[in-house]
């Protein structure tokens, strides 16, 4: 007698390739963001997918094709992309408060929604791989450029006081970052600091231009 596959079995052999491709990259966030490069396995991926380690192969040539197509499928989200759009405007309009208050919130925001990703870029970083490098050329730069140049143009215009734009964008980033991965990895009962994103963002960015509008 045929054995019946169960629904969640059904539901996963009717995946096209690029379903397959996404579900595997999902679970592998999960696993590696839980474990790290070097203690996950594509074995432990394949089982975690309910697929045989053949088909994260067919997808991928070996593991750490996997764990870069990571930092792929990300770029690409229209999430990951928005911290520099949504801005634009406000950029043109020379709105301060606006500028830093969205780039604050998206960021917030998006490590409240995948968590995951957070984690996996700790993980990485502590490991030495690739990945973190990957990411820092191809997202942490480009925040530094961005918000640095806005910050010459206000000194130019004579709004912001004469300090170091790269010094600026460290104290700014490093604020929300630090409060992310506080409540994601110390506090996460939020005993010490208790408040919402959107809260978060404006004092933030509030303590950031008292500090450097002229």
């Not at 911290?83 to 408060?97: G, L, N, R, T």
């Not at 208050?101 to 502590?126: I, K, P, Q, V």
């Not at 912001?160 to 734009?165: G, W």
């Amino acid at each position: 007698m045929i054995k019946e596959l169960d629904t969640t079995e059904a539901a996963t052999s009717r995946m096209t390739g690029d379903e397959r491709r996404l579900q595997i990259l999902q679970v592998a966030i999960n696993l590696f963001s839980q474990r790290g490069f070097s203690g996950t396995t594509t074995k432990e991926i394949a089982r975690a997918a309910g697929v045989s380690e053949a088909i994260i192969f067919r997808h991928f040539a070996n593991k750490d094709e996997l764990y870069s197509a990571i930092l792929d499928h990300k770029a690409c989200n229209r999430t990951f992309q928005s911290h520099f759009e949504e801005v634009i405007e406000k950029v043109k309009a020379k709105d301060d408060y606006g500028v830093f208050y969205t780039m604050a919130l998206n960021a917030l925001d998006h490590h409240s929604e995948d968590c995951g990703f957070l984690r996996l870029m700790l993980h990485s970083a502590l490991e030495d791989h690739d990945l973190a490098r990957m990411f820092f050329e191809s997202f942490i730069t480009d925040v530094y450029k961005f918000l640095g140049d806005y910050i010459r143009q206000r000194q130019a215009d004579g709004a912001f006081r004469q300090i170091e734009p790269n010094m600026v964008v460290r104290a700014f980033v490093g604020m929300f970052v630090h409060h992310s991965l506080n409540n994601l990895l110390w506090d996460k009962e939020q005993k010490l600091l208790k408040i919402s994103n959107e809260e978060a963002a404006k004092n933030f960015t509030e303590i950031l231009l008292r500090g450097i509008t002229a």
